[in-house]
């Protein structure tokens, strides 16, 4: 089965920074991807590690630690567009070479 | 015109019948794959394929089926649908490369009375 584990909720202000945690046990590694989902819509892509260290993408960045099994997404300059589901997903070895959703976390920015 | 194609985009229907659901790419990817989702749970993957002649059962594959037409086409059939079922189901596409990440159709909002 899949152990990957997200915060469920968040809030953040607008304006503000947010950083989004996730959590995983596998073996074979091969890559953390982070995906954005509106409610009711496809999740999109954001941002891919697979080796330490952090990932900046404009206002997003990503951190992985594979020693630690740990990553996280973070959030600046806060949006009210930003308001969705973050996802987590591992792809590894023990997955089939698949993508392993964690359960998502859902993050409301307020005025 | 959207890469990933899912049909229909909403659907209604009773226990016992038999459903399809379609999807079609022009991202020109091998590997394409089902998921479903429901509140809380996240993406869990029904089945998915590496190439035509490839199918693969996921997490959750019992009750369901698919088919791999074409490089382009995968589709995914409830036997006898029942209303645990009722969920929103994707369909994703990516390259072979474990770099690439996955590219999702709209979806199909399933409902089963």
């Known amino acids: 089965g899949q152990n990957i584990d997200q915060p469920t909720e968040m809030t953040a202000t607008e304006g503000a920074i947010v950083q989004i945690n996730c959590t995983y046990q596998t073996s074979g590694f091969n890559g953390l991807f982070w995906y954005q989902q509106h409610a009711g819509e496809a999740p999109t892509f954001l941002s891919y590690n697979v080796l330490d260290g952090l990932e900046e993408k404009g206002r997003f960045s990503s951190f992985l630690s594979r020693s630690k099994g740990y990553s996280y997404l973070l959030l600046k300059e806060l949006q009210m567009k930003d308001s969705a589901s973050y996802l987590c997903?591992?792809?590894?070895?023990?997955?089939?070479?698949?993508?392993?959703f964690g359960p998502g976390t859902r993050l409301s920015v307020l005025p | 015109d959207a890469d990933v194609t899912q049909t229909p985009r909403n659907r209604i229907t009773k226990t016992g019948k038999r459903i399809m659901l379609e999807c079609s790419q022009t991202?020109?990817?091998?590997?394409m794959y089902w998921y479903r989702q429901d509140p809380g749970l996240g993406l869990q993957l029904i089945y998915y394929s590496f190439d035509v002649k490839d199918i693969n059962k996921g997490e959750i594959s019992d009750g369901y089926s698919v088919s791999r037409q074409a490089q382009a086409k995968f589709s995914l059939s409830l036997e006898s649908a029942i209303p645990n079922q009722t969920a929103l189901y994707f369909c994703?596409?990516?390259?072979?490369?474990?770099?690439?990440?996955?590219?999702f159709g709209d979806g199909t909002r399933l409902s089963i009375l």
């Open positions: 991202k020109g990817h091998d590997r």
């Open positions: 997903a591992v792809r590894a070895e023990n997955y089939g070479q698949n993508f392993v």
């Open positions: 994703a596409t990516s390259e072979d490369y474990s770099n690439q990440p996955q590219h």
